[in-house]
């Protein structure tokens, strides 16, 4: 359990500071807003990753499969990292909240 919310931590620091560098290159180029999505996160570690993940899951899995990732990936990066980790964070809170 206590994997779990630290999981949970983790994704929601990430999530903010994925908003942050968006909000910081938003005021870069002069407002204009550009939201960096899960695809272009990906990119930046591996540069053929996406590309290669997204054939393979158009090719071993069944049709609405794909399509739901193809959509998590053009999500804006910082939303898919902060609803996973509040997510995780609801799952897995203390039980004594739940007593309460």
Do not use: N, Y
């Amino acid at each position: 359990m206590v994997v779990f919310r630290f999981a949970a931590v983790v994704l929601i620091v990430l999530g903010l500071m994925l908003l942050g560098a968006d909000v910081v290159s938003m005021l870069e180029r002069g407002g204009e807003p550009h939201m960096r999505t899960m695809a272009e996160v990906w990119a930046l570690f591996s540069a053929s990753g996406v590309e290669a993940f997204r054939t393979w899951i158009a090719q071993d899995f069944p049709a609405p499969f794909p399509d739901g990732i193809a959509t998590i990936l053009d999500l804006p990066a910082f939303i898919s990292l902060l609803v996973l980790g509040v997510g995780l964070a609801f799952l897995f809170r203390q039980g004594d909240e739940l007593a309460e």
